[in-house]
């Protein structure tokens, strides 16, 4: 059975506009267009939209999903991958929702909530674990190094340090979507913030210590594709930055 963009739009509660966009980057194409020129969507296509929509749901970027599914996995492997990621994320779902009722009833009786419930299902560090075992695993084989080799994360540093690391990579993502030069002031200042941060967590990281650590993300493939997935070119346009910026300051 074929059906067409509408019929579709109705089925998986998405607009037609959205599986137009789907279309335009590759991302969902259709079975076959009709002579009338519709777009026509078959099972194929139908499954491969419920997995685009379980990795949205998981707030996956859609250039990364695109990489994802256009390596060809099994759907099983796929949907055992996706039933994985949404378990871990429905647990820590709970935990939080617990979090909100203990708030709320502490709250209405005028009580102090106990101070060890207060973070209960923020990223905790089983989830901090499985979060970088991919990272780990590679760095162990490549380089011999773990990252995980004292077994203990801090996670109240790690929430932050992360949160930290996104706001400076979301400004230079943007700033290279702007095409505003490396050597910009703006982006100077993003280098120079991100830095003082990394140093508050006790990193003792030097100008030069920083370019290096963008030299070997262009370097290190695993690491370069996991900020060209954010943006094209912020690897390279990172690195550049980074070493322009080490110069001037001796």
């Not at 059906?3 to 076959?32: F, M, N, Q, W």
């Not at 009580?111 to 590679?138: C, H, I, P």
């Amino acid at each position: 059975m074929l059906y067409t963009v509408k019929e579709l739009s109705d089925l998986a509660k998405v607009t037609v506009k959205t599986l137009h966009h789907y279309h335009r980057i590759g991302l969902l194409l259709p079975h076959s267009v009709s002579d009338a020129g519709y777009r026509l969507y078959g099972e194929e296509e139908l499954e491969r939209l419920q997995q685009i929509l379980f990795y949205r749901e998981l707030d996956f970027p859609l250039k990364q999903i695109k990489q994802l599914l256009d390596g060809e996995p099994e759907r099983l492997s796929i949907l055992s991958s996706q039933k994985q990621l949404l378990q871990a994320n429905r647990s820590r779902m709970e935990r939080l929702i617990q979090t909100i009722d203990e708030s709320i009833r502490c709250t209405e009786k005028g009580v102090r909530m106990d101070t060890n419930k207060m973070f209960s299902g923020f990223q905790s560090e089983q989830e901090w674990k499985e979060a970088l075992s991919r990272q780990n695993e590679y760095l162990k084989e490549k380089y011999a190094y773990d990252l995980m080799e004292e077994n203990s994360i801090d996670v109240d540093a790690m929430n932050e340090a992360a949160q930290e690391a996104k706001h400076f990579m979301d400004g230079m993502a943007q700033t290279l979507k702007e095409g505003i030069k490396h050597d910009d002031p703006k982006v100077e200042h993003l280098i120079t913030q991100h830095i003082v941060s990394l140093n508050s967590q006790g990193h003792m990281t030097t100008a030069k210590d920083f370019a290096a650590q963008a030299r070997f993300f262009v370097q290190d493939e695993f690491h370069r594709n996991m900020l060209e997935a954010q943006q094209t070119g912020l690897a390279y346009y990172l690195c550049v930055a980074a070493e322009d910026f080490a110069s001037k300051q001796g």
